[in-house]
C-alpha cells in the first residue's frame, strides 16, 4: 500500500481559494498511490483562531467540493485533513474529510479533543463525539487530529472498533516538535498499528509549525520522516504486518483495565 502525506505550508498571503486550488493539483499528482493525507486546518491555519469563524464552511462546501473532485480525478483515497466546519445548527467544528476514489465522503470525524486551554480552538469549537473509522481495501483506518494524538484512550477506542491504520492530521508547533515524533510513536508501538502522522510547514499565525510528518510501523519503527518544509512524503507499507505484529506479540490480549469481561 502506498501512501503519500502532502506536508503543506498556510502562507497567509494566499487566498484560500488559490490553496485549494493548488492543494488540488498536488492530490492529482500523486495518482497510482492507495491513501493521500492533508494536514489539519489547511484552508486557514491551525493558529489563525480569528479566520476560524470567518472562513469557516459547510460541511459540503468549497472545500468538500474541490477535493471530492481531486480524489475522483486522482483516483485515490483521500484523508482531505480538517476544515473548521460550521454546524447550521450548532457551533464549529474542526472536521475532517475522507473521500474514495470515485470521490464520495467516506466518513466524517469532529475532533474530539479541542486544544487551547481556555482559548482560541476550545472555546472557538465545540467537542466531536463519536469514534470514527473508515474501510479501505487493504487496512481499516482509524481518524484523529492533532491534539488528540495526547490522548491514548481514544486510540485504544479505535483499536477497538476495528483500526488498524491511525491517521493523524495536524497543525503542530515546532517548539513541541519532539512530544509530536515521541507521541507518534508511542500510539504505533501501544496499538500495534500504524501511524500516519501528516503535519503542516512554515508558520501560522506567527507559529512556526514543526513539519516532520512521520509513517511509523506497528513495531515503533520510523518509515519515513519529513523535513521542516513544504515536502510530499510517500512510502510504501503493508498493512498484513498489523495482523502479523499482534499474532507474534499478542500484548493487546492482555489488557486489563478499561476492557468489558464477561461477569459469571
Known amino acids: 500500500m502506498r501512501a503519500s502525506l502532502l506536508q503543506i505550508a498556510v502562507d497567509e498571503g494566499e487566498s484560500i481559494g488559490s490553496r485549494r486550488e493548488r492543494v488540488a493539483s498536488l492530490v492529482r499528482e500523486q495518482a497510482g498511490a492507495d491513501l493521500v493525507v492533508l494536514p489539519e486546518l ?3 491555519g491551525a493558529f489563525a483562531f480569528e479566520s476560524f469563524g470567518v472562513e469557516a464552511e459547510p460541511l459540503e462546501g468549497p472545500t468538500y467540493e474541490v477535493m471530492a473532485k481531486a480524489a475522483s480525478d486522482a483516483g485515490v483515497w483521500l484523508h482531505a485533513g480538517s476544515i473548521p466546519e ?3 445548527e450548532g457551533p464549529l467544528y474542526n472536521t475532517s474529510l ?3 476514489p470515485a470521490g464520495e465522503l467516506a466518513a466524517a470525524y469532529r475532533k474530539i479533543h479541542r486544544f487551547g486551554f481556555d482559548k482560541g480552538e476550545a472555546v472557538l469549537m465545540g467537542r466531536g463525539e463519536e469514534l470514527v473509522t473508515v474501510r479501505l481495501p487493504d487496512t481499516t483506518v482509524g481518524l484523529a487530529t492533532c ?3 495526547r490522548f491514548p484512550e481514544l486510540f ?3 483499536v477497538d472498533v476495528g483500526a488498524e491504520t491511525l491517521v493523524i492530521p495536524a497543525g503542530w508547533p515546532e517548539r ?3 512530544h509530536w515524533t515521541l507521541l507518534a510513536r508511542a500510539r504505533a508501538v501501544e496499538n500495534q498499528a500504524f501511524v500516519l502522522a501528516c503535519g503542516t510547514a512554515g508558520t501560522h499565525a506567527g507559529v512556526p509549525q514543526a513539519g516532520h510528518s512521520i509513517v511509523v510501523d506497528p513495531w515503533g519503527e520510523v518509515l519515513a520522516e519529513a523535513g521542516a518544509g513544504e515536502e510530499v512524503l510517500s512510502v510504501e507499507f503493508d498493512p498484513a504486518k498489523v495482523g502479523a505484529t499482534r499474532g ?3 500484548v493487546l490480549r492482555d489488557r486489563v483495565l478499561g476492557v468489558e469481561r464477561p461477569h459469571g
Request: hydrophobic share 35%; no cysteine; net charge positive.
Open 248 to 250: 507474534q506479540f499478542p
Open 147 to 149: 491534539y488528540d494524538l
Open 156 to 158: 485504544r477506542g479505535l
Open 42 to 44: 489547511w484552508t486557514t
Open 176 to 178: 513541541r516538535r519532539a
Open 86 to 88: 460550521r454546524d447550521p
Open 98 to 100: 475522507v473521500f474514495s
